[in-house]
């Protein structure tokens, strides 16, 4: 059976700047996986072409055996492919709530008609989505927010929203873009907490970068690393930590402290 | 003192307010005149005594001493004095479905409108006008204020909607110069009118294309510039066809668009984008403002929510541009140019972006404004220029911005307190 992502030989070229090598991936239902790498390697690219804000230069991607290469990030997303960013993108004059709804667009058949006169038809699948939405909300903890603007949130919560947005496109496999970055500590525990229950009672695979090995170690089941647009190793996370190739071009500098 | 003054006052429904406003149109329809002769004023004041007291100043006393009579007085004691018999009712609407109770309460206001209106024509035209300028206004509104783009196009798509509707009432219904014999039957006119405007606002829909198109791949700045180009292309073409007039525009249409007609379609409109801009599909127009590639990622399809923005703002500019021509029964060229633009334009930052509830506070302020001070002339635009700028530095998104209408909390009874406590 051919996996649930699968991207082969994936080739991405800025201008003449080579930012992505052939890069393959293979993404089992239900499995875990991370990418890791130094700053600039091209892993926010990696994610950007396989959501297809960029069409990669060469290669195949396809989702549940079908491709969506050269599709529109909308339609790609649609089809299952849901992810958070690495500087959250929220709508800041948005309420919290109005975030988790939206999400659910492409999940609505009322089309415009039914918008302009509130149709029953339009006013049940409004009902439907709203009752969806504070079910998410309630498993990533922001219920109390709903009605607040999103930038009245504590930082942590905006994550957690910008998580359940994903979630909300009804994704089968979902995209962490530094699902930790700039958390504290605290708060870094209850993200792993989050992202196992959302493995676990979503059912769905999760594919991130992440900066903290600790986190990445601990979630992973397989790990690549990037190194200018070239996976240099791919593993299990006790492989990579001690792959000397990652070591000197990753992990070699956290080692002499 | 004024604090305690609104608490006594917070207890009056809308129904209650509406009774007082009643009152107080009965009071002018019936004592108007004698009120005014007591007070040495020539005639019934037209405008709340505005144009009086700038030209004669001698008179502001009489004059706002007949406002205290007739209407402040009326509607604070009717409203204040019946609150417990009008919450009961309140509460009686409340329990109703939510389109009837608004139904009545639209129709109560109409009825209060069409009084105080029905005393001169210059009080009709005005009150015609700024409903027009509360359709124009809150359509621009769901390009630059839910949307998000500086549409500068929008005399542009009212001007394709007051000409297409024109010229369609001219072929069909009416005897004129331009285009000869009607073809069909003048008395169908009035009922085929809805579908006259109805095709003018789709031609302006079609026309707002050409700003739509651009705008997937540029925004802000560059895109104000195209729609700005959009104006100026619609204003010299119609300028050069000289089938339809050209530069001295078309007149004698018939008089469609009388203040029932205005008053409905303006209701629809609101009705309509509020429904549009509560739903997910109008949601989406705020998500691709605040930050389309995440809308993007989300499945939201930008495209067609940018050309469905365009186009639905651009649809009720022409509908308003319809009633325009039919209500002046007389259009040209002129009209849609950069001063309608800065008009509107100064109307919805007025009122507040994104929020239909300061859309109609902005345009029927700034068209009261503009009437009222007509007598002061060339200071009227020194005026209001400096209220447009005070707003700005106090409330930097306008009055009301980023609210919703919430209709029912509008409507509801105001003698328990709301759940939430508070206040």
Redesign the interface.
């Known amino acids: 059976m051919a996996p649930l992502l699968s991207v082969i030989d994936m080739t991405h070229y800025f201008g003449g700047l080579c930012a992505v090598n052939n890069f393959n991936l293979a993404i089992e239902p239900g499995q875990i996986k991370g990418l890791i790498g130094p700053n600039g390697a091209g892993k926010t690219t990696v994610f950007n072409l396989i959501t297809g804000v960029y069409t990669p230069t060469e290669g195949t991607i396809e989702l549940m055996g079908k491709n969506i290469k050269g599709l529109e990030t909308h339609r790609i997303a649609a089809k299952g492919l849901g992810r958070t960013f690495q500087n959250l993108a929220l709508w800041r004059h948005m309420n919290v709530l109005d975030h988790i709804r939206l999400a659910h667009y492409s999940q609505l058949s009322y089309g415009l008609f039914g918008a302009f006169f509130g149709t029953p038809k339009c006013r049940e699948q409004e009902e439907q989505v709203i009752e969806n939405s504070y079910k998410l909300l309630q498993i990533f903890d922001v219920k109390q927010f709903a009605t607040q603007n999103i930038g009245n949130l504590p930082y942590g919560a905006q994550r957690r929203v910008e998580m359940a947005r994903a979630m909300a496109t009804n994704p089968k496999v979902l995209f962490l873009d530094e699902p930790t970055a700039g958390m504290t500590p605290d708060e870094l525990i209850r993200m792993i907490e989050i992202i196992r229950q959302v493995h676990r009672d979503f059912g769905v695979a999760i594919f991130l970068i992440e900066h903290r090995m600790k986190f990445v170690m601990e979630l992973c089941e397989s790990i690549q690393t990037l190194v200018f647009g070239e996976v240099i190793a791919e593993g299990p996370p006790e492989e990579i930590q001690n792959n000397p190739e990652v070591i000197e071009a990753y992990l070699g500098k956290e080692d002499v402290h | 003192m004024i604090k305690k003054f609104f608490r006594i006052l917070s207890v009056v429904p809308l129904a209650g307010w509406l009774l007082g406003g009643f009152t107080a149109v009965l009071i002018e329809y019936y004592l108007g005149d004698l009120i005014s002769y007591y007070l040495y004023l020539p005639k019934v004041p037209v405008l709340f005594g505005t144009l009086i007291m700038l030209k004669e100043p001698q008179l502001i006393p009489s004059a706002l001493a007949y406002n205290l009579i007739v209407y402040i007085l009326p509607i604070l004691l009717v409203g204040r004095l019946l609150a417990p018999v009008m919450n009961g009712l309140a509460a009686l609407l409340e329990k109703m479905p939510l389109w009837l109770a608004t139904i009545i309460h639209l129709a109560a206001f109409y009825g209060i409108l069409h009084m105080w209106a029905g005393i001169n024509d210059y009080r009709v035209l005005v009150v015609k006008l700024t409903m027009i300028a509360i359709i124009l206004t809150i359509s621009l509104n769901i390009i630059n204020g839910y949307q998000g783009e500086f549409s500068c196009s929008h005399p542009g798509f009212m001007a394709l909607g007051a000409y297409a509707s024109s010229t369609l009432t001219l072929l069909l219904f009416a005897n004129d110069k331009m285009f000869g014999e009607a073809l069909l039957n003048p008395a169908l006119g009035p009922w085929l009118f809805p579908v006259v405007l109805f095709i003018g606002g789709i031609v302006a829909a079609l026309g707002s294309l050409i700003v739509a198109i651009p705008s997937f791949r540029t925004r802000g700045d560059y895109l104000a510039i195209i729609s700005l180009a959009f104006l100026f292309i619609v204003k010299s073409g119609i300028e050069n066809l000289e089938i339809i007039g050209g530069p001295r525009g078309m007149s004698s249409q018939p008089n469609y668009a009388t203040l029932p007609v205005v008053f409905i379609w303006m209701s629809l409109c609101i009705w ?1 984008i509020h ?2 801009t509560t ?6 127009l ?2 691709v ?3 389309e ?10 495209r067609k929510t940018k050309m ?1 923005a365009f186009m639905f703002g651009a649809f009720w500019a022409g509908v308003a541009g319809g009633l325009f021509a039919h209500v002046l029964r007389y259009v040209n060229p002129g009209t849609f140019g950069l001063q309608k633009l800065a008009e509107i334009l100064a109307m919805v930052y007025f009122g507040g972006l ?1 929020s239909i509830y300061g859309s109609i506070v902005g345009a029927v302020s700034i068209s009261v404004l503009g009437e009222a001070l007509r007598p002061l002339q060339l200071f009227k635009w020194i005026i209001i220029p400096l209220i447009l700028i005070l707003v700005m530095i106090f409330r930097p998104h306008g009055l009301i911005s ?1 609210t919703e209408l919430n209709v029912k909390e509008v409507m509801r009874p105001r003698n328990k307190e709301r759940s939430e406590g508070g206040e």
């Open positions: 309509i429904n549009f739903s997910v599909m109008g949601k989406a705020n998500a403002r605040d930050n590639p995440a809308a993007n990622s989300m499945t939201v399809n930008t469905t994104n980023f």
